[in-house]
């Protein structure tokens, strides 16, 4: 008998991209001695010169501080856990919530941001073994229609962003669990949590 599928959203939902921002732009203005709000400025100049999403690289990303600070980063250091920026980044429970489900169902991700990025914040958290390639589905805009037709009927996803959860809901195609860790709002029909550790009770 096929396993039920479970999709999970990436950013704040498995993944905290406050730790996540916090720890990258703490080691890059620890590196080239410059303030977190220097660094958040030559990030933000970089992510909105891009013309696509596909144009993110981990080298040009790193090289656009070197010229403008000066200094050699290791690149090895941000395409990696070395400095524990991913992992570190995981929820706490994360990893023990994947264990508990991964003989049960298969995982996937339904996830939105720079492709390449996203697959190194996946990768390099150390939890990429927990997924299933052909379930991981990546897009810069995971509403939109011709990518949510690529989303295999049935799966379960869990989603913190209310207006993605309530589109999917309108779409009668999936389970959809709302992860909401910012107060105690419920939508009608939809199965609210606070943590990953609710997902199966």
């Known amino acids: 008998m096929t396993k039920p599928l479970i999709l999970f959203d990436w950013d704040d939902t498995l993944f905290s991209k406050t730790e996540y921002k916090k720890g990258l732009r703490g080691n ?9 709000e220097e660094i ?3 990030e933000e100049r970089y992510f909105n010169n891009l013309e696509k999403s596909g144009d993110f690289r981990i080298d040009t990303f790193i090289q656009t501080f070197e010229e403008k600070f000066g200094k050699k980063i290791q690149l090895e250091d941000f395409s990696s856990d070395n400095l524990k920026i991913y992992s570190g980044a995981l929820f706490p429970e994360t990893i023990s919530v994947l264990n508990n489900l991964k003989n049960q ?7 939105q ?7 190194i914040k996946i990768k390099s958290s150390g ?3 927990f997924f299933d390639e052909k379930f991981v589905f990546i897009d810069r805009d995971k509403i ?9 009927d049935k799966a379960i996803i869990v989603e913190d962003k ?7 809901k309108n779409l ?10 910012i107060n105690d709002e419920k939508i009608p029909g939809i199965k609210t949590i606070k943590s990953l550790l609710e997902i199966t009770e």
Do not use: H
């Open 28 to 36: 890059l203005a620890r590196i080239c001695e410059a303030s977190e």
């Open 40 to 42: 958040f400025e030559v």
């Open 105 to 111: 169902f298969n995982l996937g991700i339904y996830s």
């Open 113 to 119: 941001g720079f492709i390449p990025l996203q697959k």
């Open 127 to 129: 939890v990429g073994d």
């Open 144 to 152: 939109a229609t011709e990518f949510l037709a690529k989303l295999p």
């Open 162 to 168: 209310k207006e993605v959860v309530e589109k999917l």
């Open 172 to 181: 009668n195609r999936f389970k959809v669990i709302w992860i909401n860790r």
